[in-house]
T-cell receptor
Framework: AQKVTQAQTEISVVEKEDVTLDCVYETRDTTYYLFWYKQPPSGELVFLIRRNSFDEQNEISGRYSWNFQKSTSSFNFTITASQVVDSAVYFCALSTSGTYKYIFGTGTRLKVLA | GAVVSQHPSRVICKSGTSVKIECRSLDFQATTMFWYRQFPKKSLMLMATSNEGSKATYEQGVEKDKFLINHASLTLSTLTVTSAHPEDSSFYIC??????????????FGPGTRLTVL
């Protein structure tokens, strides 16, 4: 079975705090892809990152960083020095080789307070 | 690149009417398109997968006759909600995959359509 778990339903932080959003996935496939999307109040999904199963390198993009660990089946997302504009729902998704289907996590609602 | 549009962005209709939502890939050919439904404060729920020129594959529990999907060309898929009822009110999102040319299984998402059935 394939599954994505985002255990944190909602997180509130004060501006400038660092915050980590957790994502744990399950799959038996050896080739798969992991994604993070941001969904602001407007509703449009904003692509943040894609990782394939063969690339375990962590990535940093500005204030965003991702920690991919196959040993724990986790793909966590950290926002450094959070800002009010980071307030949104963040989704982690899994897609396996041979199919385009995404399995979405339930999302984590992040509230950054000024 | 990889832009997907949806039209309309918002629609309000009366109960019993049918509503058509269009999803277009603007700068690439989409061999596969997906339709999702999202309830307030919930995750995206895949409704169906459509491939150009063939019948859509619906997820379990999704009524085929209620949600008609047509993928007539490599750049256009439509979702028609037939005889809409208030419980069909939701946020509908489409996405498109670029096939082998796109690689890495990435889907490109449209901005969504908010349907309200009165």
């Amino acid at each position: 079975a394939q599954k994505v778990t985002q255990a944190q339903t909602e997180i509130s932080v004060v501006e400038k705090e660092d915050v980590t959003l957790d994502c744990v996935y399950e799959t038996r496939d050896t080739t798969y892809y992991l994604f993070w999307y941001k969904q602001p109040p407007s509703g449009e999904l904003v692509f943040l990152i894609r990782r394939n199963s063969f690339d375990e390198q962590n990535e940093i993009s500005g204030r965003y960083s991702w920690n991919f660990q196959k040993s724990t089946s986790s793909f966590n997302f950290t926002i450094t020095a959070s800002q009010v504009v980071d307030s949104a729902v963040y989704f982690c998704a899994l897609s396996t080789s041979g199919t385009y289907k995404y399995i979405f996590g339930t999302g984590t609602r992040l509230k950054v307070l000024a | 690149g990889a832009v997907v549009s949806q039209h309309p962005s918002r629609v309000i209709c009366k109960s019993g009417t049918s509503v058509k939502i269009e999803c277009r890939s603007l700068d690439f050919q989409a061999t596969t398109m997906f339709w999702y439904r999202q309830f307030p404060k919930k995750s995206l729920m895949l409704m169906a997968t459509s491939n150009e020129g063939s019948k859509a594959t619906y997820e379990q529990g999704v009524e085929k006759d209620k949600f008609l999907i047509n993928h007539a060309s490599l750049t256009l898929s439509t979702l028609t909600v037939t005889s809409a009822h208030p419980e069909d009110s939701s946020f509908y999102i489409c996405s498109a995959g670029a096939g082998l040319a796109g690689g890495n299984n990435e889907q490109f998402f449209g901005p969504g359509t908010r349907l309200t059935v009165l």
